[in-house]
């Protein structure tokens, strides 16, 4: 979906608050097990599912910096083991959006699957750093239009891509 020109603030009531962070026991990051963020990245990555990964395979081909930030501390201890810089917790919180380098980032890849969770990522990150180009994804055409709202210049909408993939499939199979 391509972003308006001048896309409107978000209208909708401020996203609630997040969890709170989980603690060393539970988390890598606070228990030094995890590399920290570089001092600059370009990118923060959201997620680190297939989407994410992806993500990143792209950005070590280019040797772009950025950070992952994983609520899920098994895979944010199998992404450190990978050499990669990651922060543990919930991207809905501002000061691990921090941690992860945002303030300083050009570009937020928020590849959750959590259509929700994607919308406030977007309000609490366009907080932290307004300047930041957001990408997002989505399950609904409906909540694209409103990540649109929210500041993402790119989204990814899954009905969309299914729905060209069976296209594609019946105009082969006829």
């Not at 201890?77 to 945002?102: F, Q, T, W, Y």
Request: glycine share 6%; with cysteine; charged share 20%.
């Amino acid at each position: 979906m391509d972003a308006p020109a001048d896309p409107q603030p978000p209208t909708a009531a401020a996203p609630a608050p997040p969890p709170p962070r989980a603690d060393s026991a539970d988390c890598p990051a606070a228990g030094g097990v995890v590399p920290a963020a570089p001092p600059q990245v370009a990118v923060v990555i959201v997620g680190f599912g297939l989407p994410g990964r992806f993500v990143a395979e792209v950005l070590d081909a280019r040797k772009v910096a950025y950070c992952v930030l994983e609520r899920n501390p098994s895979n944010a201890r199998s992404i450190a083991a990978c050499k990669k810089p990651v922060v543990c917790g919930d991207a809905r919180d501002p000061n691990l959006l921090r941690e992860a380098g945002l303030e300083g980032a050009q570009f937020l890849a928020v590849t959750l699957p959590d259509e929700k969770t994607v919308l406030e990522v977007l309000a609490v990150a366009k907080q932290v750093n307004p300047n930041v180009r957001m990408m997002a994804r989505c399950n609904y055409t409906s909540t694209g239009i409103k990540a649109e709202r929210a500041g993402a210049f790119a989204v990814v909408v899954e009905e969309q891509i299914v729905a060209l993939e069976f296209a594609k499939l019946m105009g082969n199979s006829l």
